[in-house]
C-alpha cells in the first residue's frame, strides 16, 4: 500500500521527533496518559517492506510498524483533524492524587493528598478530582505532602 493510500484510509498524520533528532511523518493511532503523568502518541510508522507476490517476485511496499512517541515530540500538522484520535487515561478535572497510607494509629490519615505530578507518591494511589482534594482537605481525611503542598493550590 503507498503512502497515499495509507493518507486517505488513516488517521491524521503527525511529525515525529525521533531520538536521534530525525524526524518521520507517522499515522497517530491514540494518545495515552502513563501511570507518571507524561503524554505518549501511539503511531504508526510507514516503514519498507518485501512483500512477495504469489507469482515470486518481490518489491518494497510500505507497511505499518507501531511506535510510541512522547508527546514533546511530537508536531500536529496543519489541517489534520485530531478530535477523533482516541485518548486513554486522561480524566477530566482528576489533577490530584490520593496515596494510599499504612495507618499506625485509629487517628492517623489513612490517604496523603498530593499533586498530580508529585515525585512522592508511592504505592497505591487514585486520582481525584479538585472537588473532591478540596472537600478531603476541609474534612482533614487526608494528609497533605510537605513536598508538594496541594493545599496551597487548593486554598479558596
Request: charged content about 30%; some cysteine.
Amino acid at each position: 500500500m503507498s503512502v497515499e493510500e495509507w493518507h486517505a484510509k488513516a488517521g491524521p498524520w503527525a511529525r515525529a521527533r525521533l531520538p536521534d533528532d530525525q524526524e518521520l511523518d507517522v499515522v497517530v493511532t491514540g494518545r495515552t496518559r502513563a501511570t507518571d503523568g507524561t503524554w505518549w502518541y501511539e503511531c504508526e510508522a510507514i516503514l519498507p517492506a518485501r512483500h512477495e507476490a504469489a507469482d515470486g517476485t518481490t518489491k518494497t511496499m510500505g507497511a505499518p510498524t507501531p511506535i510510541s512517541v512522547a508527546a514533546t515530540d511530537i508536531t500536529q500538522i496543519p489541517g489534520e483533524d485530531y478530535s477523533a484520535v482516541p485518548t486513554n487515561g486522561a480524566v477530566a478535572g482528576r489533577q490530584w492524587v490520593l496515596e494510599k497510607l499504612h495507618q499506625y494509629n485509629e487517628d492517623d490519615p489513612s490517604r496523603r493528598l498530593h499533586r498530580r505530578d508529585c515525585w512522592q507518591v508511592k504505592g497505591e494511589h487514585e486520582r481525584i478530582t479538585t472537588e473532591d482534594a478540596v472537600e478531603r482537605l476541609a474534612r482533614r481525611a487526608a494528609a497533605v505532602c510537605d513536598v508538594c503542598r496541594p493545599d496551597r493550590a487548593l486554598r479558596r
